[in-house]
DNA sequence: ATGGCGTATGGAATACGA
């Protein structure tokens, strides 16, 4: 008996305004598991019903008014749920459950990393001084002996790691989300971890990969200057049973979008 | 033209995203 996992990460921009959407994804990708960011939404105003009605009964979720927030949605039951609450700011960043494949339970961590403000520089600038925080504390608390069992890492990272994560190297070495602390952090967490990137197992390095477009853009697809801030990671013992992994990029066009578009992954026993 | 827009809060203007 062969078990088929397909889960997907979205940062959302408010799941209440965003639940067609939703809806449209749900019934055209069929994920199990459904990881979102940037929900903006109380814990007591998340939209269940609706995704009941879709046949998600396991909805567990970590929000906050106005701001930030993760959920993870699923067809299979989820246990050992935990809410980490990183640099102990009472940002709702993080939720991570069980997931039942392949006889056993994966572990699945839904992230949304702090975008980190304008200015890369965390002398003058609050914001990316969290980033890099929240990025250490990362890096020290998931370490391989936390991966050694079947574990996955989803979220908006905030963070474009290669080259050709960005629409130009050249020019977004200074920017926020591309700068050498940044990719270097990443790096630094992606090893202590012994994690696999997996959307760049499917895309080799030298190609273009985005998951997310600016809205001011006057026409986001045309002029394409995305940025690679969404991610799929697992780790060592899921690298056989990886199989897909693809940015569902159509999403961004849809009606009213969420300036990030969904990554699909799937995993075969 | 890497912010030209979009969202939440609250009921206008501001904070925030990246």
Redesign the pocket.
Known sequence: MTDRLTIVTW?I??V??RMPIIEKLLEEVQPDVLCLQ?T?CPDANFPVNPLKKAGYEHIQVHGQ???HGVATISRRPLGNVERRDFCAMGDSRHIAVDVPFNGSALRLHNFYV??G??EPDRTVND?FAHKLDFMAEMRDWLTGAETAKPAVLVG?L?VAPYEHD??SHKQ?LK???HTPVETGLMEEIRQAGNWLDAMRRFTPLDEKLYT?W?????DWSK?D?G?R?DHVWVSETLDRHIKSTRVLREARGWE?PSDHAPVVAVFEA
């Open positions: 940062n921009n408010s209440r305004l940037e903006k008014k106005g701001y702090p975008a403000g304008d914001k908006d905030n960005v629409w977004l920017v926020v989300s997310w600016s809205y001011r853009a006057k002029a200057k940025r801030l009213k």
